[in-house]
């Protein structure tokens, strides 16, 4: 086979692509592949035969370069292909030898802008979370502070300004279990059932609190201190209309009215 020295596959219907083993056909002087269905581009082996003086690749689908030698110089040895180039080669395109290296430079940069912009809108879907949900806790702490008038100590926040108005009947003198020198306590019954004693600060003529720093003074005592003998603050509300403080109720009344009481003195303990 290597010292073939002349081919003829032409008309012979072939099919697929030039087989790279025909360049090993080092003695090969003639070569003739025409009007076959040949297609892809031309071996690199067919650069190696320098002894073929006379080829014939016509009227297939073959593309790419054309082997740089002699035997192929003559436009009828190739005429009639899908997309030959040639260097140098009358009829023929040039082949640019940055092509494949501009298509991979293309595929690099449209990659690379891919990855860019997923990652941009990775980085905008986790800042928008974020952003949506601090909003959100902004507006739930909002709507805490219109709704909800308690700020509780110790309670799950259930308590209810309107809870409390309607426990005491609108602070009906009839549910008034004690009075103090800035306030008067009332037993309130919530809509849960709890019972808690309420103490109503008095107002000003101006409608204002009285006595402003003893109600802070007080909130502050009872939400520093713990102990078993001392009441328990649920809450309190500051409003226009009504500021008092949530307690515990104490069943047996206040420690003072137990000791004015020789009897009740005697059973506590």
């Known amino acids: 086979m290597h010292n073939l020295r002349s081919l003829d596959l032409s008309q012979n219907m072939l099919t697929g692509e030039t ?33 073929l003086t006379l080829a014939d690749i016509s009227n297939n689908q073959l593309e790419g370069p054309l082997p740089n030698i002699r035997a192929f110089n003559s436009f009828e040895a190739f005429q009639n292909n899908k997309d030959l180039c ?9 082949c640019s030898s940055n092509g494949k290296k501009a298509n991979k430079f293309s595929v690099l940069i449209i990659t690379l802008l891919t990855v860019s912009a997923l990652l941009f809108l990775f980085a905008f879907i986790i800042v928008a979370y ?16 219109k709704v909800n008038l308690f700020a509780i100590w110790g309670h799950d926040g259930g308590l209810l300004y309107e809870h409390i108005i309607q426990g005491t009947d609108n602070f009906d003198p009839k549910n008034c279990i004690g009075a103090g020198g800035y306030g008067i306590v009332y037993k309130a ?36 201190i713990r102990h078993r003998n001392i009441i328990k603050l649920y809450g309190f509300c500051s409003s226009g209309k009504n500021s008092f403080l949530v307690y515990e109720i104490m069943e047996m009344g206040s420690l003072c009215n137990i000791l004015s009481n020789d009897q009740e003195a005697e059973n506590l303990d």
């Open 86 to 94: 040639g260097n140098n080669v009358t009829h023929l395109k040039p």
């Open 19 to 51: 087989p790279s083993l025909l360049g090993e056909l080092q003695n090969l002087e003639t070569l003739n592949l025409s009007h076959n269905e040949l297609f892809g581009n031309i071996p690199h082996t067919f650069d190696k035969l320098i002894g």
């Open 189 to 224: 019954e919530l809509p849960t059932g709890q019972v808690v004693g309420v103490k109503k600060l008095h107002s000003s003529e101006d409608g204002d609190m009285a006595d402003l720093k003893a109600f802070k003074n007080e909130i502050h005592a009872l939400t520093q």
């Open 130 to 145: 974020f952003l949506f949900q601090k909003l959100i806790k902004r507006k739930v702490k909002s709507l805490e502070a």
